[in-house]
């Protein structure tokens, strides 16, 4: 899709774009002032005109999508930071570090937390599978 472009010395307008040659008996025109590649600039135009004419378009988003999109990003890392306190509190209560009060908070707490988020995933129409976000090659985040 993207090639390189030759190097193109370009003149400030109203230069000539010609120069004497070395041996300062003829001139040469702009095409042959190419330092590299082929002397076809059709492409590099095409290209130009195509950047151009799809410069001027904007990401057309309604507010909806936005605050939908919004909520699931704010909502994935929510579920991830819960999942992770969850690790956390379990290596915890196994390790014997926490009080039966602190362990029934906890348990508290995890319900509460869980419950909230499938509210809000309600609200914005979301399902649990929409949370867990697909990071390419390092696999699904959740």
Known sequence: MHRPVAPLQLHPSGVDAVTPTQNGTGRRDLEDRLLAGGRDLDLFGEELDRLGSSGGRRINADRE?????????????????????????????????????????LGETF????????????????????LNIDLGPLGKLL
């Open 65 to 105: 999508s936005l605050e939908k999109g919004l909520a699931q990003l704010v909502l994935t890392l929510v579920e991830l930071i819960r999942q992770l306190m969850e690790r956390q509190a379990l290596r915890r209560i196994e390790g014997g570090s926490l009080s039966a009060d602190e362990v029934e908070r």
């Open 111 to 130: 319900m509460l937390l869980e419950q909230k988020m499938e509210e809000l995933r309600e609200h914005f129409e979301l399902e649990k599978e929409d």
